[in-house]
């Protein structure tokens, strides 16, 4: 469901949302149209006040005439504010709907210059009420365009709703120092928290305007039903009858003494001088404590007699009529002051700025799409021409990348071969999709002490659970780990064993990878071989070297060591030592990716080790935390036995499970140890990007030799970066505990980060800690909801 509101609300947004751009821009500039007039015409609406009487209705009327002998006056509208003009307006020309109006000098009844201006906002009204079309069809049109973005505002209610409702922070707030996507979304989304309820008041009124039925069906709500606008056309016309002589309209100086005697408080009086002296004078007015401009009273007077008619005072109207009088107020604001116009005016303002950043949204997603096309796309081209009615699946389970990357050198390898293979990874996977293949590959990396990775949890936990048989299927798995773990390649012989258990039959032995060891590798292109049949011959050699060439010494580069500190003296600890590199940055790394070192005393039959970066590429070098280990060769070589300028050969790798989340969020940081690294570097990147709600929760023995990058991390502290910090070390005699522990004594606030949207990040050792940091979690939040954070991303690990 939520993906279908996400699909609607950008095509709306894209299509109507370009039009919205203008009526919102044009309402910003209506949003103060009557100071705008007035300052740019002074003397017109509003002149110097003189030491001599305001003049009278009838002597306004008459000046009029003078001014304009042929033209009806219609109405004269006065102001009780000493200086304010007398606006005249004349009948209008055939055929049109809206006829002159004039200025009057209150004082001598002289005729005013002009509104100079007014035109262009003529203009700009009938841009934002009609989009300049006909009145009808314009109606119709602003009335679909005001329903589209009452669809927008609440779509987007919706898609934003977070997860700790009553946080106004959440609602309401986001860091200004965000860049790219995460700012643009965080100004989409909470600037629309911000006027919704604005637009939501524009929406309803535009609609009530625009469209006749409803506006029918509110009235009679209201009990303020308006007479059919066609009956008076409707009716057969009468025949012409011979003209009857002029009468002359009478004297409204009596009119005008009765309205005064009857509303001495008022602010402002429109007459309507009737055209015959039989038929009443009508005066709408508002009082000097009116709540709006239109809370209108209104008088009936007989001319004649000067007689009272009707007086409805606003007060006594029905709370429906009152309720009316209120949307047009409302609608351009004046119903609150000069504040309203201000918040109208924003609002306006803030429509074209939702369709600029929502088109460079879409235009981004567009762009992303575009790029995953292109690479599936450069797969995809490898496809066979033959029959693929039976397909191979090649599943993957990855937590670094490194699965994936060898699914797709597999399954490029088998297409070659004219083999066709279906690709999939093993997050989205089901049962019943599983069920359809009649042979399978799986590419499975290990999480840590044999554990699914994140991304994989989901389809584990299924695949345990499930009843039906695969004994119609052929199955491989090439398993990834590293035996320096007790459970070597973990994950990949559960998979192996569940398999075999609900009768799936091996098409080759399970071939377990240790830190992508050649050999194992080309055991599983001999493995390819047999899906490929005639063509194994020439193609499985492509695939052997599509393979191993995963840890071919031509993917490393040549970097220096220049910097060796030791960061825990007199720890009972092994030594911990930060590591920096220098070398050619290029296009850098993301934070929480990994590195391989190659031992540079050790041939290439070497097995690299992995290390968690603990710098960003802005640092331009790479900066390592390692604790050197007894019989540690990559460890020993790095922290001892290297001299300062000695190369080093490193290969970046791209950690995904790791990488910063792609969207804003409150983090929490969880390590022990030289997880420091992997965590240091996400904080140094959200310090630099701006994010401030930050957490970290890191454990060490004692402060006074482990308190590693102290100042750096208090350096935060102090610049606001880490409104929350717990460092706990376990061997201290004040108090001691482990990371798990304090996790335990804060639930309470865990729980509400998690609730307001937090991402979970450990980096640290699987033994003791992060099993303990996973249990303590899953006591804290429960397990299922920690699986839910996982498979939507938001439970990142880095454990070794």
Same mark, same amino acid.
């Given at each position: *469901?939520?993906? #279908?509101?996400?699909?609607?609300?950008?095509?709306?947004?894209?299509?109507?949302?370009?039009?919205?751009?203008?009526?919102?821009?044009?309402?910003?500039?209506?949003?103060?149209?009557?100071?705008?007039?007035?300052? #740019?015409?002074?003397?017109?609406?509003?002149?110097?006040?003189?030491?001599?009487?305001?003049?009278?209705?009838?002597?306004?009327?008459?000046?009029?005439?003078?001014?304009?002998?042929?033209?009806? +006056?219609?109405?004269?509208?006065?102001?009780?504010?000493?200086?304010?003009?007398?606006?005249?307006?004349?009948?209008?020309?055939?055929?049109?709907?809206?006829?002159?109006?004039?200025?009057?000098?209150?004082?001598?009844?002289?005729?005013?210059?002009?509104?100079?201006?007014?035109?262009?906002?003529?203009?700009?009204?009938?841009?934002?009420?009609?989009?300049?079309?006909?009145?009808?069809?314009?109606? *119709?049109?602003?009335?679909?365009?005001?329903?589209?973005?009452?669809?927008?505002?609440?779509? /987007?209610?919706?898609?934003?709703?977070?997860?700790?409702?009553?946080?106004?922070?959440?609602?309401?707030?986001?860091?200004?120092?965000?860049?790219?996507?995460?700012?643009?979304?965080?100004?989409?989304?909470?600037?629309?928290?911000?006027?919704?309820?604005?637009?939501?008041?524009?929406?309803?009124?535009?609609?009530?305007?625009?469209?006749?039925?409803?506006?029918?069906?509110?009235?009679? =709500?209201?009990?303020?039903?308006?007479?059919?606008?066609?009956?008076?056309?409707?009716?057969?016309?009468?025949?012409?009858?011979?003209?009857?002589?002029?009468?002359?309209?009478?004297?409204?100086?009596?009119?005008?003494?009765?309205?005064?005697?009857?509303?001495?408080?008022?602010?402002?009086?429109?007459?309507?001088?009737?055209?015959?002296?039989?038929?009443?004078?009508?005066?709408?007015?508002?009082?000097?404590?009116?709540?709006?401009?239109?809370?209108?009273?209104?008088?009936?007077?007989?001319?004649?007699?000067?007689?009272?008619?009707?007086?409805?005072?606003?007060?006594?109207?029905?709370?429906?009529?009152?309720?009316? $009088?209120?949307?047009?107020?409302?609608?351009?604001?004046?119903?609150?002051?000069?504040?309203?116009?201000?918040?109208?005016?924003?609002?306006?303002?803030?429509?074209?700025?939702?369709?600029?950043?929502?088109?460079?949204?879409?235009?981004?997603?567009?762009?992303?799409?575009?790029?995953? @096309?292109?690479?599936?796309?450069?797969?995809?081209?490898?496809?066979?021409?033959?029959?693929?009615?039976?397909?191979?699946?090649?599943?993957?389970?990855?937590?670094?990348?490194?699965?994936?990357?060898?699914?797709?050198?597999?399954?490029?390898?088998?297409?070659?071969?004219?083999?066709?293979?279906? +690709?999939?990874?093993?997050?989205?996977?089901?049962?019943?999709?599983?069920?359809?293949?009649?042979?399978?590959?799986?590419?499975? &990396?290990?999480?840590?002490?044999?554990?699914?990775?994140?991304?994989?949890?989901?389809?584990?936990?299924?695949?345990?659970?499930?009843?039906?048989?695969?004994?119609?299927?052929?199955?491989?798995?090439?398993?990834?780990?590293?035996?320096? %773990?007790?459970?070597?390649?973990?994950?990949?012989?559960?998979?192996?064993?569940?398999?075999?258990?609900?009768?799936?039959?091996?098409?080759?032995?399970? +071939?377990?990878?240790?830190?992508?060891?050649?050999?194992?590798?080309?055991?599983?292109?001999?493995?390819? !071989?047999?899906?490929?049949?005639?063509?194994? &011959?020439?193609?499985?050699?492509?695939?052997?070297?599509?393979?191993?060439?995963?840890?071919?010494?031509?993917? %490393?580069?040549?970097?220096? #060591? *220049?910097?060796?500190?030791?960061?825990?003296?007199? &720890?009972?600890?092994?030594?911990?030592?930060?590591?920096?590199?220098? /070398?050619?940055? /290029?296009?850098?790394?993301?934070?929480?990716?990994?590195?391989?070192?190659?031992?540079?005393?050790?041939?290439?039959?070497?097995?690299?080790? @992995?290390?968690?970066?603990?710098?960003?590429?802005?640092?331009?070098?790479?900066?390592?935390?390692?604790?050197?280990?007894?019989?540690?060769?990559?460890?020993?070589?790095?922290?001892?036995?290297?001299?300062?300028?000695?190369? +080093?050969?490193?290969?970046?790798?791209?950690?995904?499970?790791?990488?910063?989340?792609?969207?804003?969020?409150?983090?929490?940081?969880?390590?022990?140890?030289?997880?420091?690294?992997?965590?240091?570097?996400?904080?140094?990147?959200?310090?630099?990007?701006?994010?401030?709600?930050? =957490?970290?929760?890191?454990?060490?023995?004692?402060?006074?030799?482990?308190?590693?990058?102290?100042?750096?991390?208090?350096? =935060? @502290?102090?610049?606001?970066?880490?409104?929350?910090?717990?460092?706990?070390? $376990?061997?201290?005699?004040?108090?001691?505990?482990?990371?798990?522990?304090?996790?335990?004594?804060?639930?309470?606030?865990?729980?509400?980060?998690?609730?307001?949207?937090?991402?979970?990040?450990?980096?640290?050792?699987?033994?003791?800690?992060?099993?303990?940091?996973?249990?303590?979690?899953?006591?804290?939040?429960? !397990?299922?909801?920690?699986?839910?954070?996982?498979?939507?991303?938001?439970?990142?690990?880095?454990?070794?």
């Amino acid at each position: *469901m939520k993906k #279908l509101w996400f699909q609607l609300h950008w095509f709306v947004g894209i299509t109507a949302g370009t039009v919205l751009m203008v009526i919102g821009l044009s309402g910003a500039v209506l949003a103060f149209r009557e100071q705008i007039l007035d300052a #740019l015409n002074p003397g017109v609406r509003n002149v110097a006040l003189q030491d001599a009487p305001v003049l009278s209705p009838q002597q306004f009327m008459d000046a009029a005439k003078a001014f304009k002998p042929h033209e009806r +006056v219609t109405s004269i509208t006065l102001y009780n504010t000493l200086g304010s003009s007398a606006r005249v307006g004349l009948a209008p020309p055939p055929g049109q709907r809206k006829g002159e109006t004039i200025y009057l000098n209150p004082y001598t009844g002289a005729l005013l210059p002009e509104l100079a201006g007014d035109g262009f906002f003529e203009w700009t009204e009938q841009l934002h009420r009609f989009v300049l079309l006909q009145r009808d069809p314009g109606k *119709m049109v602003t009335g679909v365009l005001a329903f589209c973005l009452m669809g927008l505002a609440l779509s /987007g209610l919706y898609l934003r709703w977070p997860r700790r409702v009553g946080d106004w922070r959440t609602w309401l707030t986001f860091d200004t120092r965000m860049k790219g996507r995460s700012f643009l979304w965080g100004l989409h989304s909470v600037a629309g928290t911000w006027v919704m309820v604005v637009f939501l008041m524009f929406t309803a009124s535009g609609v009530y305007w625009a469209f006749d039925p409803i506006r029918d069906m509110a009235d009679g =709500w209201m009990g303020t039903l308006r007479p059919p606008r066609d009956v008076a056309a409707a009716k057969p016309k009468a025949p012409k009858l011979a003209k009857a002589p002029a009468v002359e309209a009478a004297d409204l100086s009596a009119g005008w003494d009765t309205f005064r005697n009857n509303a001495p408080d008022w602010k402002m009086a429109l007459l309507r001088p009737p055209e015959r002296a039989t038929q009443p004078l009508q005066i709408l007015w508002v009082a000097k404590d009116a709540p709006h401009v239109r809370a209108r009273s209104s008088m009936s007077i007989n001319l004649q007699t000067g007689a009272l008619l009707k007086n409805e005072l606003y007060a006594d109207k029905p709370l429906g009529a009152r309720f009316q $009088s209120t949307i047009y107020p409302l609608h351009l604001g004046t119903y609150f002051g000069v504040t309203g116009q201000i918040i109208v005016f924003i609002a306006a303002l803030a429509l074209p700025g939702f369709g600029i950043t929502g088109w460079m949204l879409y235009l981004n997603r567009r762009k992303q799409k575009r790029i995953a @096309r292109a690479e599936r796309a450069q797969f995809a081209a490898t496809a066979p021409a033959g029959d693929h009615d039976d397909p191979v699946l090649m599943a993957y389970a990855s937590q670094t990348g490194q699965a994936e990357r060898l699914a797709l050198q597999s399954a490029a390898a088998l297409r070659k071969a004219g083999v066709a293979v279906h +690709v999939h990874s093993l997050e989205n996977m089901t049962l019943p999709q599983l069920s359809t293949y009649r042979r399978a590959l799986f590419v499975a &990396s290990s999480f840590g002490d044999g554990e699914p990775p994140d991304s994989a949890r989901r389809f584990s936990r299924l695949l345990h659970a499930a009843a039906q048989e695969l004994k119609h299927m052929q199955y491989a798995v090439l398993a990834l780990g590293d035996r320096n %773990y007790a459970q070597f390649c973990g994950f990949g012989r559960t998979l192996d064993q569940r398999l075999a258990v609900m009768g799936a039959q091996p098409l080759h032995p399970m +071939v377990e990878v240790d830190n992508g060891d050649a050999g194992a590798l080309t055991r599983w292109g001999n493995a390819l !071989r047999g899906l490929m049949g005639d063509a194994a &011959s020439d193609a499985g050699d492509a695939a052997e070297i599509a393979l191993t060439a995963n840890a071919a010494d031509d993917d %490393y580069a040549s970097w220096r #060591l *220049m910097g060796r500190i030791l960061l825990n003296p007199g &720890s009972i600890g092994e030594p911990l030592y930060e590591i920096t590199l220098h /070398g050619e940055v /290029g296009a850098g790394w993301r934070p929480g990716a990994l590195v391989d070192i190659w031992p540079g005393h050790y041939g290439k039959d070497a097995t690299p080790r @992995r290390y968690s970066l603990a710098s960003v590429k802005e640092d331009g070098c790479m900066q390592l935390v390692v604790r050197k280990v007894a019989d540690g060769l990559a460890s020993g070589w790095l922290t001892a036995q290297a001299a300062i300028g000695d190369e +080093v050969r490193v290969r970046l790798v791209v950690n995904p499970s790791f990488d910063a989340y792609p969207a804003p969020a409150p983090a929490i940081y969880i390590g022990n140890g030289s997880g420091i690294a992997g965590l240091r570097s996400h904080l140094r990147d959200r310090v630099r990007e701006g994010p401030s709600r930050n =957490w970290l929760i890191f454990g060490e023995r004692q402060q006074q030799y482990d308190a590693v990058c102290a100042e750096e991390i208090q350096g =935060w @502290r102090a610049r606001g970066f880490l409104p929350e910090l717990d460092l706990v070390y $376990s061997r201290d005699v004040t108090g001691g505990g482990y990371v798990q522990d304090c996790m335990r004594e804060r639930a309470d606030t865990l729980r509400a980060w998690i609730n307001d949207g937090a991402v979970i990040y450990v980096c640290g050792s699987q033994h003791g800690m992060a099993g303990g940091v996973d249990d303590a979690l899953a006591d804290i939040i429960g !397990r299922a909801q920690l699986e839910q954070l996982a498979e939507a991303g938001r439970y990142r690990r880095d454990v070794y």
